[in-house]
């Protein structure tokens, strides 16, 4: 339903505020809270938000079916649960994500990290592809402190002070904030300047420009800015995700880049592409499937390149 002028003025902006105050709370006390504490907390709330938000369980629950039509009705459950979990606990650690960064000795690991000092050798900067699986928000962060500049592409939260809360977070770590109607000339020269940049692939928007593209066998829409980007500066997509091991340590794993192709078919060669990047994060997702948000309503409907954005 609509909502009303009234509602819309006066009703809405009040509830943004207090919204705003208490996410301040949270934040302030995850990060003075002793962090295996909190992660306890996390986990505890991760399971309660499971039983209780029934919407969201039913969509998870109908996306794991799709994706792993062979598993049981008591292992989707039980995976769907346990990915509750796992994304409270991910949520606690974003907001404390420059202390997991500078942590010494780290919490992290890397696993592939030749191929991108490959791409950087080769081309300077490239196109970081990745979704929202595990601990996302602190995988910019790590690889600064590599030394790589690095700059992550997203959409405008829905709150202009959340929104401003997780820019100013990024740039503490110095890490560029790009949002996703940026034009793309100031990214292509970022690109060019030797930055990588971190985009996320796997979620429905139809905020931004897409194709449909095979995912776990249905077609969906896609987003193709990133696959667009790498043919025009010819520089490779680099897959990527971080995973949590165990309850405290995460590893940061990279796959082998996809190769742009370079025939006189734009159009092919960007669906090659998006077949391609959705099939890496299919294998992250198969990596680790506990860790990403199947609760997002990824199928909502089945596509064709016929009725999608060009």
Known sequence: MKKGHFYRKYIRPVKHAVGYLIILKCIFLIRIT??????SIGSFIGKLVFRLSRRDRDIALKNIKIAFPEMDDIARKSLAK????????????????????ESDPPIWEI??????????????????????????????????????????VGRRLFDKNIDRILV??????????????????????????????GTLIDTYTKSVDGIAAPFFGRNVR????????ARLTGTPLLPMAIFRTGKKRFLLKVWPPIEIPRTRDKAADIRE??????????????????QWIWY????RESETPANVHK
């Open 168 to 197: 100013k977070q990024r740039k503490k770590m110095g890490i560029e904030n790009i949002p996703s109607d940026a034009h793309p000339r100031r990214v292509i020269s970022m690109i060019k300047k030797g930055y990588l940049i």
């Open 296 to 299: 997002h309503d990824r199928f």
């Open 273 to 290: 592409l998006l077949l391609k990047s959705n099939e890496a994060i299919e294998t992250m997702i198969r990596y680790r499937p506990d």
């Open 34 to 39: 002793p962090r295996t504490l909190v992660l």
């Open 82 to 101: 346990e990915c509750f979990r796992q994304s409270v606990m991910n949520l606690v650690d974003m907001v404390r994500a420059r202390s997991i960064v």
């Open 111 to 152: 696993e592939g990290e030749e191929y991108i000092a490959d791409v950087k050798k080769r081309f300077g900067g490239g196109v970081v592809i990745t979704g929202h699986i595990g601990c996302f928000e602190i995988m910019a962060g790590i690889w600064r402190s590599r030394g790589f500049d690095v700059a992550a």
């Open 222 to 229: 896609t987003i193709s800015a990133p696959a667009g980007l």
